[in-house]
């Protein structure tokens, strides 16, 4: 008898949408604004699943759009040319699901992808994620139940989604810091047969009524639809400065910052901020007022858009350079470069895969977010796997396998007598981890980035396969529980410095992806975890352990417990922890 399939998630909304002649621009692609609607509606309906009120968009994070759904071309003999796209017809499948659920917000993830109903082809468009805030009557924040996650995937989600949330909050701090450390004066490109086009040619300014079909259930302005009218004046700033039609490739983080009403005037405002070679930045926002000769206006969003214009093989072309204005055009220009660092950034390190990412990625201030972030998320993602197998059990520790593609991982673990908070506090001080694992020889503070993330220098035993000692510069980051349930989290991935080369006495090592999880068990026991995804050189060290031929790692995981009960009560130690 066949096993039942997993539950479905309650939260998750489903939906498909043919594409008509009236939801494509006029190169018969499917419109931007037209998707953003179908995007907004899905995540909106999941979002309601969940908190059982009304809901309203507070933010929609970076959209990359991979495909574009454009109306095929049709060969001579009327047989459809596939490499064109899929068109008029066909569908787009949106499906929206709540990842996790805060005080009064959640995140909702969608996923979008088309399906050509000739060949039954399906692709991906772009996946994004929203935050949702629920309202009471009046207004009120309503406060939401926990969601629980079933499925490995949704366990995952559930537990990166607090690091996408703590990036979202720092995400101005990242930009100012970025700017203050940068130059004032940005440096112009110059390319060759081609003359600055002053920004202010490529200004746009158009004024929406709000009418009732462009509201939602509860009366506000669709957000969906707010943000199609700003991809419209976006897309014509664009083409102002290319004189072309230009083809959206990014949008940065749509901040709903309040609501609109029947009745409202919407001012829409886009310019072309600053022209890379082969893109440029379009900045938006949108104001509010409610009577024609009303002087007060209320700014309700913003966003950042990037555009490219393809040539006839679908190859970016070079663009025109942009001449700002001075002042705050000054300021919108650097702006623009800022937020192009900390999009590549933020898609390197990121969004790539865990197996693609460098094991040793290079260090700088701009983008300690995006790495602090993945550090935790691996961390995070390789906890939620399920596959987990019970490897060997000596006395109270218990050592787990997980055998995947190109790596084996070890979970080691054990409770302690000991507060998680205090764990948490000890474990994470790389200073002291001598103290407990002898194959540690000494660990150099090099930079306290801020409270969560330290950078050190390591310095190991000598393995007996080695002639000399190894040495690791380690980015530790920590993080307290988000919520009731979730571990204090103490992640450690290897980066680089300028400062701390490979050295010759040493053997520079390396870790992807190793770290601590600690959940209180009660007001004075704690499961302690460690996790490490073993490299080559570390390997045969794992297996021999695994295998039983050694008890190395649980004699130190025991070492481990003993230095954290000699050391809970120690007020001076206490004092001295960062």
């Known amino acids: 008898m066949a096993s039942p ?11 498909s949408q043919l594409v008509l002649p009236c939801h494509t621009n006029h190169r018969g692609e499917l419109s931007t604004g037209q998707l953003l609607k179908w995007i907004d509606t899905a995540a909106c309906l999941s979002a309601e699943r969940h908190a059982g009120c009304p809901c309203v968009t507070a933010s929609m994070d970076d959209i990359y759009f991979e495909h574009t759904i454009s109306q095929p ?24 699901k709540v990842n996790r659920a805060f ?5 909702v993830g969608i996923q979008v992808s088309y399906e050509d109903l000739c060949s039954g082809k399906h692709c991906s468009i772009c996946k994004a994620y929203a935050t949702f805030v629920a309202q009471g009557s009046l207004g009120s924040k309503v406060r939401l139940e926990p969601l629980t996650p079933q499925t490995e995937e949704e366990k995952i989600e559930y537990s990166i989604a607090a690091e996408r949330r703590r990036m979202r909050l720092v995400h101005k701090d990242t930009l100012k810091d970025l700017l203050t450390s940068s130059p004032q004066e940005t440096e112009r490109e110059t390319r060759d047969g081609s003359e600055a086009v002053p920004a202010e040619r ?13 509201a939602n259930h509860q009366g506000n302005t669709f957000g969906g639809q707010i943000m199609a009218w700003m991809e419209n004046v976006a897309t014509i700033a664009a083409s102002r400065l290319c004189h072309a039609h230009p083809t959206l490739r990014a949008i940065e983080m749509f901040h709903f910052r309040g609501p609109s009403q029947v009745g409202d005037r919407l001012v829409l405002k886009a310019i072309v901020n600053n022209a890379f070679k082969n893109s440029m930045e379009v900045g938006v926002s949108a104001e509010a007022y409610g009577q024609e000769m009303s002087i007060s206006r209320r700014h309700i969003n913003s966003a950042f858009m990037t555009f490219v214009v393809l040539d006839e093989e679908g190859h970016p072309r070079t663009l025109p350079m942009v001449a700002p204005e001075p002042g705050d055009g000054e300021r919108r220009y650097r702006e623009a470069s800022a937020r192009k660092k900390i999009r590549l950034d933020r898609k390197y390190v990121v969004s790539c895969k865990q197996t693609e990412v460098p094991l040793s990625v290079p260090w700088d201030q701009s983008n300690k977010v995006y790495l602090s972030y993945n550090n935790v998320s691996a961390l995070k993602m390789l906890v939620a796997k399920a596959n987990w197998v019970l490897a060997r059990e000596k006395e109270k520790v218990r050592m787990y396998t997980l055998e995947e593609d190109k790596f084996l991982s070890f979970r080691i673990e054990m409770s302690v007598c000991i507060t998680a908070s205090r764990a948490f506090s000890l474990l994470s001080n790389l200073r002291r981890r001598h103290e407990w694992d002898s194959h540690y ?15 050190y220098h390591v310095v190991s035993q000598k393995l007996r396969s080695e002639k000399k000692p190894q040495d690791f510069v380690i980015l530790a980051s920590r993080r307290k529980p988000c919520s009731k349930g979730d571990p204090y989290v103490v992640a450690f991935r290897s980066v680089t410095l300028p400062t701390h080369p490979a050295r010759a ?19 004075e026991m704690s499961k302690v975890a460690y996790y490490n995804q073993a490299m080559p050189g570390y390997l045969n060290y794992v297996t021999t352990n695994v295998a039983g031929l050694s008890s190395d790692i649980c004699s130190t995981f025991e070492a481990c417990e003993k230095f954290l009960l000699k050391n809970k009560h120690d007020l001076i130690s206490r004092l001295q922890d960062f």
């Open 5 to 15: 399939s997993p539950a479905r998630n309650p939260t998750e909304v489903q939906m």
């Open 73 to 96: 071309s049709v060969s001579p003999a009327g047989q459809r040319d596939g490499r064109s796209g899929v068109g008029v017809g066909q569908v787009v499948n949106i499906k929206a």
């Open 103 to 107: 005080n009064s917000s959640m995140e």
């Open 202 to 214: 490529t200004r746009v300014e158009s004024v929406e009524l709000v009418l009732p079909p462009h």
């Open 441 to 455: 020889v000494s660990a150099e503070l090099v930079q306290k980035v801020d409270d969560d993330d330290m950078i």
């Open 505 to 523: 006495e040493f053997t520079r090592g390396e870790t992807l992806c190793s770290g601590f999880c600690i959940w209180p068990e009660s007001e």
